[in-house]
């Protein structure tokens, strides 16, 4: 069967087995991504390393059972997605806190050290 010019043709698909199981998106690909928004949120207030951390290993386990479901377990972009948050929530907590230190740092320079005497002291 051929197509529009630039289309791909469409070839004939084998018939299913009835036993086989429907498609069907993994939770656990939505759960990642609600937890790398929620990271990618809280990721300047220093709270969304934790749910980061739990999507970037949450994500781990979800391929792994998608690649043991032989295709039956859907949901891979929500996984890149949830990823991409995770990563981003991460690295704004990694800038907050360097910004942190950096301005700890420059108010302790600016800070007075010893004792602060009358002028007339010697």
């Known amino acids: 069967m051929t197509?529009?010019?630039?289309?791909?043709?469409?070839g004939h698909?084998?018939?299913?087995?009835?036993?086989?199981?429907?498609?069907?998106?993994?939770?656990?690909?939505?759960?990642?991504?609600?937890?790398?928004?929620?990271?990618?949120?809280?990721?300047?207030f220093v709270g969304g390393v934790?749910?980061?951390?739990?999507?970037?290993?949450?994500?781990?386990?979800?391929?792994r059972e998608a690649y043991a479901s032989g295709g039956f377990l859907t949901g891979a972009a929500w996984l890149r997605r949830g990823e991409r948050l995770a990563w981003t929530g991460l690295v704004l907590?990694?800038?907050?806190?360097?910004a942190a230190v950096i301005f700890g740092v420059v108010h302790l320079a600016e800070a007075p050290t010893g004792h602060d005497?009358?002028?007339?002291?010697d």
């Open 117 to 121: 005497f009358a002028p007339n002291m």
């Open 3 to 10: 197509t529009a010019p630039g289309q791909v043709s469409v």
């Open 50 to 63: 934790v749910p980061a951390t739990v999507a970037l290993a949450l994500a781990r386990q979800a391929r």
């Open 93 to 98: 907590v990694a800038a907050s806190v360097v």
């Open 13 to 44: 698909q084998p018939p299913r087995h009835p036993l086989d199981p429907e498609p069907v998106r993994s939770t656990k690909a939505r759960a990642v991504f609600a937890l790398g928004l929620i990271g990618l949120l809280t990721g300047p």
